[in-house]
């Protein structure tokens, strides 16, 4: 990793030397970066983090303390990751073969996570590779996600289940009439439709 005044590193943290941080960013104590992985600009990397092999951050990510983001995951813009989160990547793990041979990295096929722009996954939440989290998505602490979470959708529990949308502020939209709906600290007004939730253009 290049030297960039920028840059913030506390002395604990475990950054590779092929692993690019992007200006403005602050990888804290304990925390670490593997090879090759990408750090968006004025992102923050909480005490005791893991980000894998290859994973990409986007700018202003911000994976807090002890959140697991195992390669190769993809994390859009302005994704929040909450404390002791996990981002997994391994659809059948086994430690051993059945003969009791140890299984190497050649065993498996790394499967990601994809978080899109926005969205959050809150505290010890689970994400089950391979999985995509919709744009401005919120997994509520202590989910369990085992399939794809729409744009502005809203889960919670064991296995995750959609239980509302959320608009880019983090709170739940409120039904105005029909398909339209109405974030009520923004205003701004959104229409569900077949596939998830958007912006609604005609309002």
């Not at 030297?3 to 913030?8: F, I, M, S, Y």
């Not at 030397?17 to 909480?46: D, F, K, P, Y």
């Amino acid at each position: 990793m290049a030297a960039d005044p920028d840059v913030r590193v506390l002395p604990s943290a475990d950054v590779d030397t092929t692993a690019r941080i992007g200006s403005g960013s602050t990888i804290w104590h304990l925390a670490q970066v593997r090879e090759e992985a990408v750090v968006g600009v004025e992102c923050v990397v909480g005490r005791g983090a893991y980000v894998g092999p290859g994973v990409r951050l986007g700018r202003g990510c911000k994976l807090q303390n002890y959140a697991l983001v195992y390669e190769p995951a993809e994390l859009a813009d302005g994704v929040f990751v909450g404390p002791g989160a996990v981002l997994t990547n391994d659809e059948y793990p086994r430690a051993v073969h059945p003969d009791g041979r140890s299984r190497t990295a050649q065993d498996w096929r790394a499967v990601g996570v994809v978080i899109e722009q926005g969205a959050s996954i809150g505290a010890r939440a689970v994400c089950v590779a391979p999985v995509r989290i919709g744009a401005w998505a919120t997994v509520a602490a202590g989910a369990v996600v085992t399939r794809d979470v729409p744009a502005y959708g809203l889960v919670v529990g064991v296995p995750a289940r959609q239980v509302g949308w959320v608009g880019p502020e983090g709170v739940p939209l409120r039904r105005e009439h029909g398909q339209v709906w109405r974030c009520p600290v923004s205003g701004a007004r959104f229409r569900e439709h077949e596939h998830g939730m958007a912006p609604d253009v005609d309002g």
